[in-house]
């Protein structure tokens, strides 16, 4: 026989004796290799544990995976886990780096932050869309012959038209957030209405077909103020004399048109504005044209010498006298730093046309609208909405919140004034402005009332979640199973509770004579032997027979006993699907409760466990032979 083939027979031979010679001489040797760090972990999540899962590279191929990688990386700075980067799914990693050296059968219960899902009103104005209308919109709600750049009473229900434009393909349920202008009256046939909404902040080189001009320095700025523009100019800090044109576009006038504009100035020392009319310009050169002076027709205010007025009509002017022909109006700024000649001018709705409206200044106006799939309806009436004024009384000249002017410490108290009578529980929602230093975006929150401190608080929806995890295979696994312990002690509330449920169940379901009255109501039953007063189970044959005699008086003890035992499996249904109601199954795990729970025989009380299954939302099933005594 070849040598080169004995060896390898020789050594099998020496190890399987070897084994048989283990089992036969050292009982336990195996039991004695098997792993013993078996673990029981009770740990809640840090700051830093939140960024240690995000950055988890197997969470990171596991979220590239779903499509669901931002969100991944946003736990490191949210610190709260969510519906889309469970527990279950992305905290098996972080268990594994952190224990390491535990062993097959070790368990964690794990607590973390867990922002909740939206309550059914939120979910619904959870992403607000946002409309500016512009000049092109609010055209479409006035039509050809008349303008406003704002809505009036009589066009406010005409908003849809502003919409249906800007939102063609809008989807059942779409919220949208109308930031819009409201004021009164409106201009008949407009030849022109500039505003300077649709401007940038700053120089007027997008104010297209105007004539501009400037020396000493500085020029004609579009500003804004408490959420309003217009053009502004002054002298002030120049050293020394400033003369700036602003000259509209050509019009074409008719009989019984009017000239108007909206003025207001600041810090007054001098009369510096002129207001201007030419039929010559050439569009290049001031100098070379005719001007008419029509200064002294227009009111324009020469206070406060200290800070700024309000804007109001500067009143209006006919140019009837120009009926038929073209003509330029001019805006000419003639001011001296030196000489304190620097009164700042702030215009704004500059108008030509019939029907000037006595009061052509508007209010920003705040509405929220919903798309039903046919029509835009108003909002529901547990959502609020800020108005200008609101913000305001909440001391916001900006008409917004910011991060350092947080919406959390100004609506509480909003919410006291518009709610009237609250009750415990009571949920609003409110929509606002919020301005992220970039753009101004639209938030809804939810409020929730308390009776307790009378007082509205945020639901922020983060709540402190545990859930369980059992290492098996090398992996940590996500394990919902519940453990329910019925302390068999007098008094103790949530035990009460559960036993109460099953009372209250017999009496609905099998009748009152199951359950003894006393001081008008009733804490225990006789079909299960649920006490919700000893927080037991009463297995006394003797009570049972005293209690129905009906049912129970011609059974014997024993009888009577194998009776309790067999209906007891069913007798925690009714308290697992009250209390627990919220229990489902999970997707690849299987979800057990099990109670712990104690049975009075008359002699002594014994402890008992029994376990089951979720076969459902708040669906339980009893699992076979699960009913035994427990083992201390």
């Known amino acids: 026989m070849n040598r080169n083939l004995l060896m390898p027979v020789a050594v099998s031979l020496i190890l399987l004796s070897g084994c048989k010679y283990n089992d036969d001489n050292f009982e336990g040797l195996d039991d004695m290799t098997q792993p013993t760090n078996l673990m029981k972990i009770e740990y809640t999540l840090t700051d830093a544990d939140y960024a240690t899962i995000s950055t988890n590279s197997a969470n990171v191929d596991s979220a590239k995976k779903y499509n669901v990688s931002k969100d991944l990386a946003n736990v490191k700075t949210n610190m709260y886990l ?24 070790s368990s964690a219960k794990i607590t973390y932050k867990y922002k909740e899902a939206m309550s059914a009103l939120l979910s619904e104005y959870a992403s607000v869309k946002y409309l500016k209308p512009t000049d092109a919109d609010y055209k479409l709600v006035y039509g050809e012959n008349a303008f406003a750049p704002y809505l009036n009473e009589k066009t406010e229900g005409q908003m849809y038209k502003m919409l249906n434009e800007n939102f063609k393909d809008a989807e059942k349920g779409t919220a949208v957030f109308v930031d819009y202008k409201s004021g009164e009256g409106q201009l008949e046939n407009p030849l022109m209405w500039q505003d300077f909404e649709a401007l940038p902040t700053g120089d007027l080189t997008e104010l297209k077909g105007w004539f501009l001009s400037s020396v000493g320095g500085t020029e004609w700025k579009v500003t ?21 044109w602003m000259v509209t576009p050509a019009i074409s006038v008719a009989a019984g048109d009017y000239l108007g504009f909206d ?39 020469t206070k406060p010498t200290s800070g700024y007025g309000t804007f109001a009509s500067a009143g209006k002017v006919s140019l009837s006298a120009y009926a038929g022909k073209k003509v330029y109006v001019a805006f000419k700024y003639v001011g001296d730093g030196v000489n304190k000649k620097t ?17 052509s200044l508007s ?19 547990n959502v609020y909405v800020p108005t200008y004024a609101d913000y305001g009384d909440m001391g916001q000249s900006k008409r917004y919140f910011t991060s350092e002017v947080p919406a959390v410490n100004y609506l509480p108290t909003y919410l006291s004034k518009m709610v009237a009578y609250p009750v415990d529980g009571d949920a609003r929602v409110v929509i606002y402005r919020y301005y992220n230093g970039t753009e101004l975006k639209i938030y809804s ?24 995890f059992v290492l098996s295979d090398g992996k940590w696994n996500f394990d919902p ?78 009888d009577l006993t194998k009776l309790m035992f067999e209906r007891l499996p069913e007798a925690f249904l009714p308290g697992l699907k009250a ?43 009893y699992v076979a032979d699960s009913l035994t005594k427990k083992v201390e």
Request: charge should be negative.
């Open 445 to 468: 929150d939810e409020y929730t009332y308390s009776a307790e401190t009378a007082r509205w608080s945020l639901n922020t929806r983060i709540v402190d979640k545990t859930e369980q």
């Open 224 to 244: 804004s103020y408490d959420d309003n523009q217009y053009v502004q100019y002054s002298a002030n800090k120049m050293e020394g004399e400033c003369i700036a």
């Open 82 to 105: 969510t519906e889309k980067i469970t527990g279950a799914t992305y905290i098996p990693a972080f268990l594994l780096d952190k224990y390491y050296t535990a062993d097959k059968g």
């Open 343 to 359: 009164t700042t001018y702030q215009i704004d709705n500059i108008m030509v046309g019939t029907s000037i409206p006595a009061n």
């Open 263 to 301: 003025v207001t100035v600041g810090y007054y020392n001098a009369n510096c504005l002129s207001v201007l009319i030419s039929e010559d310009f050439d569009g290049k050169d001031v100098k070379t044209a005719h001007w008419t002076d029509v200064t002294s027709d227009f009111n324009i205010p």
């Open 481 to 558: 199973s519940t453990v329910v312990t019925l302390k068999a002690e007098k008094g103790d509330a949530e035990t009460a509770a559960f036993y109460q449920t099953i009372t209250d169940w017999v009496i609905a379901n099998k009748g009152q004579e199951y359950a003894p009255i006393f001081n008008g109501k009733s804490n225990n039953e006789y079909y299960y032997g649920s006490s919700a007063y000893q927080n037991n189970f009463d297995f006394r044959p003797a009570k049972w027979r005293e209690q129905n005699a009906a049912a129970y008086g011609n059974m014997s003890d024993a």
């Open 579 to 621: 209390i627990y109601g919220n229990a489902d199954v999970v997707e690849g795990v299987d979800v057990f409760y099990t109670i712990n729970f104690a049975i009075y025989d008359g002699s002594s009380t014994t402890q008992y466990t029994i376990k089951y299954k979720v076969t459902g939302k708040g669906q339980f099933e």
């Open 363 to 381: 209010t920003p106006a705040y509405a929220v609208k919903v798309y039903d799939g046919k029509s835009w309806k108003d909002k529901n009436n």
